[in-house]
């Protein structure tokens, strides 16, 4: 079910209200106020009957479910519709929040605008004016959840009022009377707080704007700053606008308050801001009949919820919303100064007698004198009449109003002046258990919770007399005794006398509020698997443990935890019984620590542990934090059972596991120390175990700080390196068994400005682990390329072969074989004469994806050799499967081949497997005569090393190739 009901409800549910309401408009569609067209039910009588009665089948068969949709929000936009939009925004965020699924799209419009689309059925909701509203309530039967609280003085309030003023330099205006023949500046016609209900205060005080007791009446439209220097400016003598006007421009230097007189000021304590007349509810938050009661309830309890401190109120510069207020004196007032749509005729019929009543006079005075008198009883009876129509017709909507409110969602009471309950509503039941019948004429204390602190109902009662209102949580009891967290509104309801003759109360369930706060710091505060503290909460106590320990002049260590092979295990057994691990561990830790220490994980297989108190000196403080990190790691090596998850038709089985831990241990003194900092020096403790050998524990050293410092230095430098052209590539000579020139390995080389020559050794790691192997080896392959173009041109290095080294985070990049393809193309170069050598290790991880590429490659005319044969992978199956065409025996065996028997053993076997393979075999790292003899006489057929021919650049090696062959 969706959250509007069908256009056909719509409109029947329209009729049904327009006959209940009984509007008799006249003339037949003339225009009204806000652009709405006035309809004469009359015409319609008969129609609108038979609607009802449809209408009340409908909407008896319609169901009360709702589910999530979007709604359309229409704002009255006075200061440009994109300040409207960004203004209201935070408040309908809060509102989606606060209200699973629902979704707002905000509609900033005018009056004309907003009129067309409600009357088109466009908008589920609607924020505007309390005049607007009537008129709309009127016409289409909105109604008002809620009533927006203003910020005034920095305090919420739900009302607003006129200011009357002059300047000081008019000291002939001091009192309401003394406005009468002065030029008078309000904002609009229909405007409340700019004329409406100043003109009311003036027609009591004996002014009537509209009948030519001033000497001019203009309105200047919004904003009511307009009106202000209008007056400032000599143009009028009197001007009327909105409570807060006054104090906001004087707040941004605009104009001083001293320079202004306002009239008939009501007293500061009534109202925190100037004041002329009686005070109007402020802008309602209404919805249409398109609405389902459901989202009705909830958005009416979001709203009333909602925070006055919250940042969405300070975004949208209000201060909440409150139960939803009586607009009925709001369309009294409109009535009463004839602005009101029903009040057309009425006004026109007395605009005529008023304009004409001379000329009738002398005309029939002395003629018809009897006739006269009786027109004139006849005139007042009617006025009178017509007066108590008003009356009554303002009463029924009083009632429906209060009916209608009281009957909302938010739990309602209504108390005398002792504040026994006289009414109570079904939300009230539905939220503390009590009943009308149970509750009437008992006091509100007896829903007084037992946890309310002392003297909170005093500050409650003296706030609540001397403004009127108060609001804020409290507990209240249950019928069955439980506590109920409300957020209360409690306000005053005047007497004739003007004071209290008893008290509104609103109570708005908390409970699933602070569920959902307690849940939430959960959350924010506790890791969800082990129920340890997580890092957010770490660090808050790491922090304050530093105040503590640099107060009491002491140590306090940091214990960094990483467990080992953790990952080993996920990958073999699966995720849960890698969480299953963890939560062991926890519950070991937290056994361990009891209240000395705080256990926390930090995320994945990661622990610290914090303890406070340890020794001044230093020397004993490490000795301590030892004797912790040792509880610790005998605490993890403890065996455990795993429960495995059984596979399909297996029965579940437990294993045992003996797990450890890499313990990194760090001090702190609290001075001079950061909390990054100490967690830092933890961290790097921590990896020196790991690389120790694990399961084992290390102290932070500054002196592996320096050298991590070192090695991140020269990463930075290594980000630049290429772009700066400090990368270099070196040529090495490979031979025959007769000493001819066949090929060359290209080696990659950095030229560091400062450093000078940095070794392949220090920088390739760095560039593996960083990412930035990949570029550093599509420039040597470009570079490459570039080479054996060069070389095709000349014949003595036409045939020769070039190898490049291609690390495996390059080879597994997924445009590795298109970029090898476009440096080719790009560079012209002969790919039969390319070769790229791979290590074994790159065949780890998915060797089907690998030689699946590789053949890719081949079909280019690349070859492919192997580098470090021997050292890697174990299984040689591989061979059989992958288009390689040599092998490059590592240098470890050639080192010790005439020393070493299983050395020549090995370097036979690889000699002997390329030849029955029909695989080149090549010897890198022949670094003398006899290791050259040694090969020829194996049967190597390739050789390279320092022997034959040292690394150099392009150049060099160019040369010395040139004078070998000449």
């Given amino acids: 079910m969706k959250y509007f009901k069908p256009v056909l409800s719509r409109e029947l549910t329209w009729q049904y209200r327009m006959l209940r309401f009984k509007l008799v408009p006249w003339p037949p569609f003339a225009p009204g106020p806000f652009g709405f067209p006035l309809l004469h039910t009359s015409k319609l009588r008969k129609r609108q009957k038979l609607a009802v009665i449809a209408a009340l089948l409908y909407l008896a068969l319609l169901p009360e479910g709702w589910s999530a949709s979007n709604v359309r929000l229409g704002i009255l936009a006075f200061s440009g519709k994109a300040d409207t939009l960004q203004r209201w925004q935070p408040t309908a965020r809060a509102l989606e929040q606060a209200v699973p699924g629902l979704s707002i799209e905000l509609v900033p419009l005018n009056y004309e605008e907003l009129n067309a689309a409600i009357r088109g059925h466009q908008l589920h909701f609607v924020l505007t004016n309390p005049e607007h509203y009537v008129v709309l309530n009127s016409r289409h039967g909105v109604n008002a959840l809620a009533t927006m609280n203003a910020l005034a003085g920095g305090q919420p309030v739900d009302r607003l009022g006129s200011v009357i003023f002059t300047t000081v330099q008019h000291e002939d205006i001091r009192t309401l009377p003394d406005v009468r023949r002065k030029r008078v500046a309000a904002v609009g016609l229909f405007s409340l707080g700019g004329y409406l209900l100043a003109a009311d205060a003036l027609q009591n005080a004996g002014v009537k704007l509209r009948d030519g007791d001033v000497a001019s009446l203009s309105f200047t439209d919004v904003p009511h700053s307009q009106v202000v220097d209008r007056v400032l400016a000599g143009h009028a003598d009197v001007g009327i606008v909105r409570t807060g006007v006054l104090e906001s421009m004087a707040a941004q230097g605009r104009l001083k308050l001293s320079e202004i007189h306002v009239l008939a000021q009501r007293p500061a304590l ?100 009897a006739g006269l008198a009786m027109s004139t009883f006849l005139w007042t009876s009617n006025r009178r009449l017509r007066r108590l129509s008003d009356l009554y017709y303002n009463a029924q909507l009083d009632l429906q109003s209060t009916a209608a409110a009281f009957d909302s969602q938010v739990g309602l009471i209504v108390t005398d002046q002792q504040t026994r309950v006289q009414r109570a509503n079904q939300a009230f039941t539905t939220i503390l258990g009590h009943t009308e019948p149970q509750i009437k004429g008992q006091t509100t204390a007896m829903l007084r919770a037992l946890s309310l602190e002392p003297g909170r109902l005093g500050q409650v009662w003296q706030e609540l007399q001397q403004q009127g209102r108060w609001g804020g949580e409290l507990n209240c009891t249950h019928l069955d005794g439980h506590e109920v967290p409300c957020m209360v509104t409690i306000t005053a309801t005047r007497g004739e006398n003007g004071g209290a003759d008893g008290y509104v109360g609103s109570f708005v369930d908390m409970s699933q509020h602070h569920r959902d706060q307690g849940e939430i710091k959960r959350l924010a505060y506790f890791d969800v698997l082990t129920g340890l503290p997580n890092r957010r909460m770490f660090l808050e106590e790491l922090r304050s443990a530093l105040a503590r320990v640099r107060q009491q002049e002491g140590h306090g260590t940091l214990i960094f935890v990483d467990l080992d092979h953790f990952k080993t295990l996920n990958d073999s057994h699966g995720h849960s019984v890698g969480d299953e691990l963890l939560c062991i561990v926890s519950e070991r830790l937290r056994q361990a620590a009891g209240t000395e220490w705080l256990v926390a994980r930090l995320g994945g297989d990661e622990f610290v542990v914090m303890q406070e108190g340890l020794a001044a000196d230093a020397d004993l403080a490490r000795a301590q934090a030892d004797g912790v990190a040792q509880t610790v790691r005998e605490t993890i090596l403890l065996p455990c059972s795993l429960g495995l998850s059984p596979r399909v038709g297996e029965a579940r089985h437990e294993i045992s596991h003996c797990c450890s831990g890499s313990l990194g241990v760090a001090l702190f003194d609290g001075h001079d120390q950061e909390v990054i900092e100490i967690m830092r020096r933890a961290d790097i403790a921590m990896y020196q175990a790991k690389h120790g050998g694990r399961n084992t524990i290390r102290h932070y050293d500054p002196e592996v700080n320096r050298l991590l410092a070192e090695r991140a230095a020269l990463s930075e430098d290594l980000s630049r390196a290429l772009a700066d052209q400090q990368m270099v590539l070196h040529y090495q000579l490979q031979v025959d068994r007769d000493g001819q020139p066949v090929a060359a390995e290209c080696l990659l080389r950095w030229q560091h400005p400062r450093r000078g020559l940095v070794s392949p050794a220090q920088f390739i790691p760095i560039a593996e682990e960083s990412g930035a192997i990949t570029a550093l080896g599509d420039w040597v392959i470009e570079t490459a390329c570039q080479t054996l173009k060069r070389w095709s041109s000349v014949p003595a290095t036409a045939k020769l072969e070039l190898a490049v080294n291609v690390s495996p985070r390059q080879f597994t990049e997924a445009d590795f074989v298109e970029k090898l393809e476009n440096s080719l193309a790009r560079t012209g170069a002969p790919p039969q004469n390319l070769l790229l050598e791979i290590t074994e290790g790159i065949l780890l991880d998915n060797a089907d994806h690998v030689a699946q590429r590789m053949h890719r490659v081949c079909a280019l005319g690349v070859s492919f050799s192997v580098d470090d044969f021997g050292t890697g992978y174990s299984s040689l199956s591989y061979l059989q499967r992958l288009p390689l065409r040599q092998l490059k025996i590592d240098r470890s065996f050639i080192r010790d081949v005439q020393i070493n028997s299983s050395s020549e053993a090995i370097v036979r076997a690889v000699i002997g497997l390329g030849a029955s393979l029909g695989l080149a075999v090549v010897a890198e790292g022949v670094e003398t005569e006899a290791q050259r003899e040694f090969m020829v006489r194996l049967g190597c057929g390739l050789l390279q090393g320092y022997h034959l021919g040292w690394p150099a650049p392009l150049e060099t090696f160019e040369a010395s190739l040139s004078a070998r062959t000449t």
């Fill in 270 to 369: 009534a109202f925190p801001q100037l004041l002329s007349t009686d005070l109007a509810p402020e802008w309602p938050f209404a919805a249409t009949l398109d609405v389902e009661p459901g989202l009705v309830r909830d958005l009416a309890q979001a709203l009333i919820s909602l925070p006055a401190d919250s940042e969405a109120a300070r975004l949208s510069l209000h201060g909440g919303f409150s139960a939803p207020a009586n607009y009925g004196p709001v369309e009294d007032l409109m009535r009463r100064l004839h602005t009101y749509p029903d009040v057309g005729f009425a006004s026109t019929l007395r605009g005529v007698w008023l304009s004409y009543q001379a000329e009738t006079s002398l005309a029939l005075g002395g003629l018809v004198l």
